[in-house]
């Protein structure tokens, strides 16, 4: 008889974006007249840059005709692709990556909640709380995070490595033993970031205790201060103990596109076995290559013109997250992040639960934002504002905000 993975009935109902959107949705429904402004899923809001829009429009045309016509796009990625992103997202920071050490994707979500796969289910994995939430689903999947304790709203089986405001939200090296380790900077949802001698100790503690660090690096391009690391490859002995996940949809609007990439260095092994040919033989089994459309879109960016394009995009979204911040702390908010990242995060006030926050700026303010505890218990009492929105509609979300 059939069964299913019974992990699954382990989950939380529903993804977290998923059930704010059907929560905003019914009030909506039920208050047609009220112009909710969302700043929760942090979902872009400007066009595509001229570039990438020619650069597809280009390929398009090369699909069109028999002599550049092209079908599966190969596995791992096209050469043009994989060669622009190892020259310039890393040879040009000093880090040691070669081109044939980078896997194309449809996206940093996929490909973050995919990886566990080629690691054992025994496996102890360690996440900051408050976390992404694809790393803990993807492995409760997995059947790797034991049970779910709803009194301490953890599975038992994960090491949560509290991130508040007492450490900056940067975690401490736990002192139990881990196997795999998520590290997200710039961080989702607290808008932290990770010093260079911060994340060496993390390098040099997984390659001590042979972990391997998952680190996802999709917020890297609205890093705005020095002695932040882009990549975890700035740090030496990286390449012995790191995975690393980069994504197109925050740094050049590809959400609706899809485009990402991870990087897996050749050298790199867990259990005596290179990791490098695992991900590639999953990849070549389970996907067909994004779309040569979208890749030569994701190579204009690396053009010139590109490059400064897409620079004067992060800088309209960084803007935003100012206005946010300072509208906000001049209100009376303890706000944090929204400098090298485009989230802002704030302590609700007056005590009350995320969720509450979250009620009153919906019902009160109209406006949508993400209740911090969707994120892990840590992240109870605050709640996350994204600064992807429209600028009109930015401020005046944070008008609303400070009226109430
Ligand atoms: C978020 O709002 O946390 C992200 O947009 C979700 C994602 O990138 O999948």
Request: glycine share 8%; proline share 5%.
């Amino acid at each position: 008889m059939a069964d299913i993975n019974r992990n699954y009935l382990k989950l939380p109902g529903s993804y977290l974006f998923s059930n704010i959107g059907k929560k905003v949705n019914a009030f909506a429904q039920a208050n047609p007249e009220a112009k909710i402004i969302r700043l929760g899923i942090g979902d872009v809001t400007r066009p595509l840059t001229p570039k990438v829009i020619e650069a597809l429009h280009k390929a398009t045309d090369e699909m069109a005709k028999q002599e550049t016509f092209r079908g599966y796009a190969p596995d791992l990625g096209y050469e043009f692709l994989r060669k622009a992103v190892a020259t310039n997202d890393f040879q040009a920071r000093g880090c040691d990556i070669a081109e044939d050490e980078i896997f194309i994707s449809d996206g940093a979500k996929c490909d973050c909640g995919n990886i566990q796969e080629i690691f054992a289910t025994d496996n102890i994995i360690a996440v900051c709380d408050p976390v992404y939430p694809v790393y803990v689903d993807s492995n409760v999947m997995a059947g790797r995070t034991g049970e779910y304790d709803s009194v301490t709203e953890r599975f038992d089986k994960v090491v949560y490595m509290p991130c508040t405001k007492e450490n900056d939200f940067v975690p401490q090296i736990p002192k139990e033993k881990v196997d795999l380790i998520y590290l997200c900077f710039p961080n989702n949802p607290t808008g932290a970031v990770i010093t260079k001698d911060r994340l060496q100790e993390w390098v040099d503690y997984a390659n001590k205790n042979g972990s391997i660090i998952l680190y996802d690096a999709a917020y890297e391009a609205f890093i705005s201060e020095e002695n932040v690391p882009h990549s975890i490859y700035e740090c030496e002995g990286a390449r012995n103990c790191a995975i690393e996940f980069r994504s197109f949809s925050k740094t050049a609007g590809f959400t609706g596109l899809r485009l990402g990439y991870t990087v897996i260095p050749k050298d790199l092994e867990a259990g005596g076995e290179k990791l490098h040919p695992l991900w590639a033989r999953r990849h070549g089994t389970k996907y067909n290559g994004a779309p040569y459309i979208v890749q030569r879109a994701g190579e204009a960016i690396y053009t010139p013109e590109g490059r400064a394009e897409v620079k004067e995009q992060i800088a309209y979204y960084m803007e935003n997250a100012k206005i946010i911040l300072s509208g906000l702390s001049d209100a009376g908010y303890e706000v944090y992040g929204g400098v090298n990242a485009p989230y802002i995060w704030l302590k609700a006030p007056n005590d009350m639960t995320s969720w509450e926050f979250f009620d009153l700026l919906l019902t009160k303010a109209n406006v949508v934002g993400t209740p911090g505890s969707g994120f892990g218990p840590s992240g109870e009492h605050y709640f996350r504002l994204t600064a992807f929105g429209d600028r009109e509609a930015t401020k005046e979300a944070i008008e609303r905000i400070r009226q109430l």
